[in-house]
């Protein structure tokens, strides 16, 4: 399995970016796919999943201004994120959770600034 996500970049604070994520391979039907992110100097950290049958879950820093959504006959998941802050910089990872495997694709930077 490979993921490969795209549309990181430079946006200024309280812009919007959006990124996307396609896995690729051998994937079960059932399966969790989302966002997670290392800002500089700090710990890995969930943003945002959501299951095949819908549900999501979204870290408290991304409710109200992220939103996550999945094309499953793609195998795509993406992620709008809207007001960003600077505090959002980071290097954004796309994953791929098959119980009990989970794969992860290479990162994306994310750099909110003026």
């Known amino acids: 399995v490979q993921l490969q996500a795209s549309g990181g970049g430079l946006v200024q604070p309280g812009g919007s970016l959006g990124l996307s994520c396609a896995a690729s391979?051998?994937?079960?039907?059932?399966?969790?796919m989302g966002w997670y992110r290392q800002a500089p100097g700090k710990q890995l950290e969930l943003v945002a999943t959501?299951?095949?049958?819908?549900?999501?879950n979204y870290a408290d820093s991304a409710k109200g201004r992220f939103t996550i959504s999945r094309d499953n006959g793609k195998n795509m998941v993406f992620l709008q994120m809207n007001n960003l802050k600077p505090e959002d910089t980071a290097v954004y990872y796309c994953?791929?959770?098959?119980?009990?495997?989970?794969?992860w694709g290479q990162g994306t930077l994310v750099t909110v600034s003026s």
């Open positions: 994953n791929l959770q098959v119980v009990p495997l989970r794969y």
């Open positions: 391979g051998s994937i079960s039907s059932v399966n969790d």
């Open positions: 959501m299951s095949s049958g819908g549900s999501t």
